[in-house]
């Protein structure tokens, strides 16, 4: 029973946690999961394997949990110390220990090139897989209050532009079902739920 409850615990904790320290990265996760499940269908995975790519998706960015919240919600642009702490969210030591069970979460920052950011030292699969949902999701801005939603034309250009970063056979699949990763066209409010997180730092502030 105590093997059981830590075992669950190691999966939901982050999440819980995310949910409370950053609604926007949570809501990110969320979104790259949608797209990983997508893309994996077009990759032809399995259901297990389908499975643990969209895990990968919600636990990619858990290593935000040891970054600062007024870096991961500023709408500032970032300076050189502030991008360097954001940055280890792919080497901290709760990417690292997440990262055992969940490559992406220290590797979905190292490029195909080699290049990038992140404990992982060579792109596994996972990584090379989540790193292209990640960037969709970032682009299309759907869970992001502070960035506005790109035209479809504008994102394949932004990707296709970055394209040597990604795992060629991958890319070359999700662009030629483009279109299968548009994301739906109902509107969602996302108003409360950053109206708390904003009363909550308020408070945060006082203490």
Do not use: W
Not at 186 to 194: K, N, P, R, T
């Amino acid at each position: 029973m105590a093997i059981i409850i830590c075992v669950l615990g190691f999966f939901a904790l982050p999440i819980l946690a995310l949910a409370a320290y950053s609604i926007p990265t949570l809501l990110h996760s969320i979104g790259v999961a949608i797209v990983a499940k997508k893309f994996a269908k077009v990759m032809g995975y399995g259901f297990f394997k389908t499975s643990y790519m969209v895990a990968n998706a919600i636990f990619h960015d858990v290593g935000k949990l040891g970054v600062s919240r007024k870096i991961l919600h500023g709408t500032h642009r970032l300076s050189k110390e502030e991008r360097d702490e954001i940055n280890t969210h792919t080497s901290n030591i709760i990417a690292r220990v997440y990262g055992i069970v969940f490559p992406a979460a220290i590797g979905h920052h190292v490029n195909h090139t080699g290049n990038g950011y992140g404990a992982e030292k060579t792109q596994s699969e996972v990584s090379a897989f989540i790193e292209i949902c990640d960037v969709f999701d970032a682009l299309t801005g759907l869970f992001r209050k502070y960035t506005s939603r790109r035209p479809m034309e504008v994102i394949a250009r932004i990707m296709n532009e970055e394209k040597s970063k990604f795992n060629p056979a991958m890319f070359s699949l999700f662009m030629a079902n483009f279109d299968t990763f548009e994301p739906s066209k109902f509107m969602i409010s996302l108003d409360d739920l950053y109206k708390t997180e904003k009363n909550t730092e308020k408070k945060e502030a006082h203490i």
